[in-house]
């Protein structure tokens, strides 16, 4: 289902006006819908895809918007900051960057070869690292970013057949962890979102009534907020058919068993409690862990 481009409307409170966007794959599905929305509230897009993104191009500026195309992979590290040059060259800044390209090599993992997982872990992972890394020092010093990754049920869940997929998608949660803390103090702000859509990568794979629902249009005001002004940092946002969730990747409540001989089955026989999510948090850091460990420690006494 193809979107129409609709004329910037001043009503609107999430507005990008002055804002410049990069969306990689946006030359069809998500990527398309996400680029398409994102200069509808104002935004300036730059258009990036291996194919001719020119047909988004011209959507946008037949609708009043303003956008550039750029044809490259995300894995061709000198084409990607060719791309971040050309947004600079044009506008003079860069504020948004959607990681959205994508493949996929769907195989169980006996019959995935090293190729197959290669390629989907290159274009996912290191392709949003080479975009993020072309555009983080721009950011940085004109304190304003935000950076969307894509990731995925696949690797926050897991899905058969998709381990390939679901590595790479998992281990963009595990940078924009890392990048939220980093990109803070510039107002950078760094999100991941896990969208269903039916797209040329779910075709097949989701029964048709499904995809009928799942439009990239319904998944794209999700990444609209988190490209906002009003965008939070270190979310991950699940988002299909116009519904939303979070997922937050929580730390149980630490149980000491002790640095003694019969440690193993200590930690089994206490494993229901060790497994207990009640008392789970979100740390702020990877820090937390130890810093829980070793209070936990210290007040038993047991490190006397």
Known sequence: MNQTVVATDSSNTLRLDGRVAIVTGAGAGLGRAHALLLAARGARVVVNDLRDPGPVVEAIRAAGGEAIGHIGSVTDEAAVQAMADQAMATWGRIDILVNNAGILRDKSFSKMTVEDFRTVVDVHLMGAMLCTKAVWEVMKAQQ????????????????????????????????????????????????????????SMTEGILPP??????????????????VSDQAPTRAILNAGAGVFATTHVVLGEPHLVGNVPDAPERMAAAWPQISDRAAAIEPAGGMQQSAREMALVLSSGAAG
Do not use: D, W
């Open 144 to 199: 304003h970013g935000r950076i969307v990754f894509t990731t995925s049920s696949s690797g926050l869940f897991g899905n058969f057949g998709q381990s390939n997929y679901g590595a790479a998608k998992m281990a963009l949660v595990g940078l924009m962890q890392t990048l939220s803390l980093e990109g803070e103090k510039y107002n950078v702000r760094v999100n991941c979102l896990a969208p269903t859509a039916a797209t």
């Open 209 to 226: 009534q499904a995809l009928a629902l799942l439009t990239p249009e319904s998944v794209s005001p999700g990444l609209l907020f988190l």
